[in-house]
């Protein structure tokens, strides 16, 4: 199964400013998921990143609020923008689940607050 | 929402007992998972049950899925203190979108 490594692991930002997430794939992938996990809460997802095209956006998700890039396919990047205490959550990038058929391999996650 | 609601919320047991946990869901699923995840790290996959499979089992753990009743249920057995995390289950249809229910925190009493 695909190995993940994310950083950071946690950060505490302020209001106002922006986080960028690393997502590392050790072999390369179709389509990587963005989930966000708020406070004793389930994952929902944010967006599908495409290597070679925009990423695909959930319903209540925008890419200005999460910009995301897809370099290649071994890599990913979320930003999460202009953050307020409501974007304090943990963040997990996770690969596979092709046509739904397979397990989704999470990395460890990116616990973010913003203070 | 296809979301799936897992039931009970929260669960807590005797070492030693066995744990059940349902999910039900709202419309056709390609297949339906049940991650586990220990205290705010990433998911970990467990199981993987297909739409046209009824029982499904892997070590401890014995996932039945009713199409009919749109629900799943996961039956850990001999629970450990280690089994102590949060369980959700996931649900596929259509497209490559794993969707995940609300989980059930258990609780495994020493």
């Known amino acids: 199964s695909a190995v993940i490594s994310q950083k950071p692991s946690r950060d505490i930002c302020q209001r106002g400013t922006s986080l960028t997430i690393q997502c590392q794939v050790d072999s390369q992938v179709t389509m990587m998921f963005w989930y966000r996990q708020q406070p004793g809460q389930s994952l929902t997802l944010i967006a599908t990143?495409?290597?070679?095209?925009?990423?695909?956006?959930e319903s209540g998700f925008v890419i200005d609020k999460f910009p995301i890039s897809r370099p290649n396919l071994t890599f990913s990047t979320l930003t999460v923008s202009n953050l307020s205490p409501e974007d304090s959550s943990i963040y997990l990038c996770?690969?596979?689940?092709?046509?739904?058929?397979?397990?989704?391999?999470f990395g460890n996650g990116t616990r973010l607050t913003v203070t | 929402s296809q979301q799936g609601e897992e039931d009970p919320q929260a669960l807590s047991i005797q070492e030693g007992e066995n744990a059940t946990m349902n999910c039900s869901y709202k419309?056709?699923?390609?297949?339906l998972q049940w991650y586990r995840q220990n205290s705010g790290r990433g998911l970990v996959h467990l199981i993987l049950?297909?739409?046209?499979?009824r029982e499904k089992h892997s070590g401890r753990l014995r996932v039945t899925l009713d199409t009919s009743k749109k629900s799943s249920s996961l039956l850990i057995t001999a629970s450990r203190a280690a089994d102590t995390a949060s369980y959700f289950c996931?649900?596929?249809?259509?497209?490559?979108?794993?969707?995940f229910g609300k989980g059930t925190r258990l609780h495994i009493l020493p």
């Open positions: 049950i297909r739409s046209n499979e």
């Open positions: 996931a649900t596929s249809w259509g497209d490559d979108k794993i969707i």
């Open positions: 419309t056709s699923i390609n297949n």
């Open positions: 996770s690969v596979g689940g092709i046509q739904g058929n397979s397990p989704l391999h």
């Open positions: 990143a495409n290597q070679g095209s925009e990423a695909t956006y």
